[in-house]
């Protein structure tokens, strides 16, 4: 199988789970009106809906065109660019929504006690299949060398979820502790608003890292997972042992695709380079499909 139809695989399986969640999220958020549980419906709806572009993108990406000759591995990093800026808008806006709540009960008084006895079994479910779907995605992207920026956004964005799913469980059952005529019973209130609040502070960096990786990638830096350039780096420095010295090597990643830029001096024997360049393509290719060697002076 290879690495893209491991990616395509990986995104039919979150395409189906995602939408069962976000069925389950929306249906829950409509018996509760819970606020927090609409933002967990709804990052779920998000990661169904990216997940079917994403499949789309996967399957054309690799295509070469007259005005894209390497392929439109591009649409990965842009996929994942816009995933992270809806996640990290959705996450603000349901902030600002359970704060008007949150003051609206504080200042005027008005507001009705959550609903939390519906939300503990739900929020279990969702734990689970949140977290076993972001180690699914994690460990075939392990399969591709962790090449696909597609499955590592992904991953990433299954973790959130279930950070989210997990802290309105913990949250709802400790409102069920609390007397709402006590001192604290005006959690039962606004209760929302701080669930929500501590929610996001805690799912902030992964939409966060993801999209500065990925407009790395999508502004041509060059690469800085270092696994990547120290395997790569191996094989050529291996390969190219006797034949010329290497001045630099720098590694290029754009989505699935790798660009291996090798520096060496001038007037190097043509035909030993090009088989040099056959040799290191061949055991780089072994890891990594989408690999384009390039030898500059």
Not at 175 to 195: E, K, R, V
Request: aromatic content about 12%; proline content about 2%; glycine content about 8%.
């Amino acid at each position: 199988m290879t690495q893209k139809q491991i990616e395509s695989k990986s995104l039919v399986v979150s395409c189906v789970v995602d939408l069962i969640m976000s069925a389950a999220g929306f249906g829950i958020f409509w018996i509760t009106n819970i606020q927090a549980l609409f933002l967990d419906g709804f990052f779920s709806l998000i990661a169904f809906c990216s997940c079917l572009a994403a499949l789309t993108i996967s399957k054309i990406s690799s295509k070469k065109t007259k005005n894209y000759p390497d392929g439109l591995y591009f649409l990965e990093p842009l996929y994942a660019i816009f995933k992270s800026i809806l996640t990290l808008s959705l996450l603000v806006f349901s902030v600002i929504g359970t704060a008007k709540v949150a003051w609206n009960y504080f200042a005027h008084g008005i507001g009705e006690p959550l609903m939390v006895e519906p939300v503990i079994p739900y929020a279990l479910i969702m734990v689970i299949l949140c977290f076993g779907l972001g180690f699914f995605n994690r460990s075939q992207n392990c399969k591709t060398n962790n090449a696909s920026t597609i499955l590592t956004a992904e991953s990433k964005g299954n973790f959130v979820d279930g950070i989210l799913s997990l802290g309105v469980g913990l949250s709802a059952f400790l409102l069920m502790l609390i007397d709402i005529n006590g001192s604290l019973g005006f959690l039962h209130y606004t209760g929302d608003f701080f669930i929500t609040t501590i929610l996001v502070l805690f799912s902030l960096k992964e939409p966060i890292d993801v999209l500065i990786a990925s407009f790395r990638e999508l502004s041509g830096g060059a690469a800085t997972n270092q696994e990547l350039k120290g395997t790569i780096c191996r094989f050529v420095e291996k390969d190219l042992c006797g034949i010329v010295s290497l001045q630099k090597c720098e590694v290029y990643k754009t989505g699935m695709h790798i660009k291996v830029c090798i520096y060496i001096a001038n007037n190097i024997d043509y035909k030993k380079i090009q088989a040099a360049r056959e040799k290191i393509l061949k055991h780089i290719c072994t890891i990594y499909e989408n690999t384009e060697v390039i030898f500059c002076e």
